[in-house]
């Protein structure tokens, strides 16, 4: 994604499978992580997508309907009073490192790439990916998964928990991924 390395890169196609091209991906903050495992595998499995989770980990929760294609994770915070109940990030799965590229290029030249992160691990897969802030400070990533088992939660210097009570400009420079007072990872 930087200049000298786009030349060389090969493209790398996703690890997983989903219907269409992309699909929007959703990570939640849970408190009591089986209580919402429990409320969405009822919601998905019991009345609407016939889906139990797709991958479970130590304060970490994955759902992945077909229909309609979404990917949701639930992740484990500490408490109310961290401030992490709630959206923590959204996002766009897609299916080669080269949709990655072109989404990087189109934010890159309205002036809205914060990140790009490659071959990262992230909620124990393997990532490339690259972030953007919204006018909220909704934080959005577009990314594809190259390896969907990873034994790593998030690497080292990750955007893949961004604290949520830092400013968006402050974030890429600032952020301590999935410490006590961070978000979630997808």
């Known amino acids: 994604m930087n200049e000298e390395k786009n030349s060389e890169k090969v493209a790398s196609f996703s690890a997983v499978e989903f219907p269409g091209n992309s699909t929007i991906h959703t990570a939640l903050a849970a408190i009591d992580l089986a209580a919402s495992k429990r409320f969405y595998e009822t919601l998905f499995y019991e009345t609407l997508f016939g889906e139990a989770p797709t991958k479970e980990r130590e304060g970490y929760v994955k759902f992945e309907p077909q229909d309609p294609s979404v990917n949701l994770t639930l992740n484990e915070v500490p408490s109310l009073e961290s401030g992490d109940v709630g959206p923590a990030h959204f996002g766009i799965q897609v299916k080669s490192t080269s949709a990655v590229e072109q989404a990087s290029e189109r934010l890159k030249e309205a002036g809205l790439l914060?990140?790009?992160?490659?071959?990262?691990?992230?909620?124990?897969?393997?990532?490339?990916?690259?972030?953007?802030?919204?006018?909220?400070?909704?934080?959005?990533?577009?990314?594809?998964?190259?390896?969907?088992?990873?034994?790593?939660?998030?690497?080292?210097?990750?955007?893949?928990?961004?604290?949520?009570?830092?400013?968006p400009e402050t974030v890429a420079e600032e952020s301590g991924c999935c410490d006590t007072k961070s978000t979630a990872c997808c």
Request: include cysteine.
């Open 114 to 167: 914060d990140m790009i992160e490659e071959n990262t691990a992230c909620c124990y897969a393997v990532q490339d990916k690259v972030w953007a802030v919204d006018p909220n400070g909704n934080r959005w990533e577009v990314f594809v998964v190259l390896d969907p088992d990873s034994d790593i939660f998030h690497s080292d210097g990750s955007d893949c928990c961004v604290p949520e009570t830092e400013a």
